[in-house]
């Protein structure tokens, strides 16, 4: 009986796309906002999110983390490029 209960509450993440791929969109929306707050940009002001502002400084540890790596360093990102230019 446990077995097929765990098998039930699991059916979602069969799907190889569903266990290893991207099932939402929020995240992506969520750490750019972060991002830009790491660089100065404030929401609402200087870039558009509908999302609360608290989940930009919750991440904001996450957008450190990616600025440390590396990410989104190059100039040629298109959405750095449309934030700079409004």
């Known amino acids: 009986m446990v077995v097929v209960g ?3 509450r699991t059916l979602v ?6 266990l290893f791929g991207v099932l939402e ?12 707050l790491l ?3 404030l929401p609402y002001s200087d870039f558009s999110i509908v999302h ?6 919750v991440l904001l540890p996450a957008a450190v983390f990616g600025y ?6 190059d100039s040629s990102d298109p959405h ?3 934030v700079t230019e409004h």
């Open 80 to 82: 750095r490029r449309s």
């Open 25 to 36: 969109y929020d995240d992506g929306v969520y750490y750019a906002a972060a991002r830009l």
């Open 39 to 41: 660089d100065s940009y």
């Open 52 to 57: 609360p502002p608290g989940v930009s400084l």
């Open 6 to 8: 765990v098998a039930l």
């Open 68 to 73: 440390l790596l590396g990410a989104g360093r």
């Open 13 to 18: 993440w069969w799907p190889s796309h569903n």
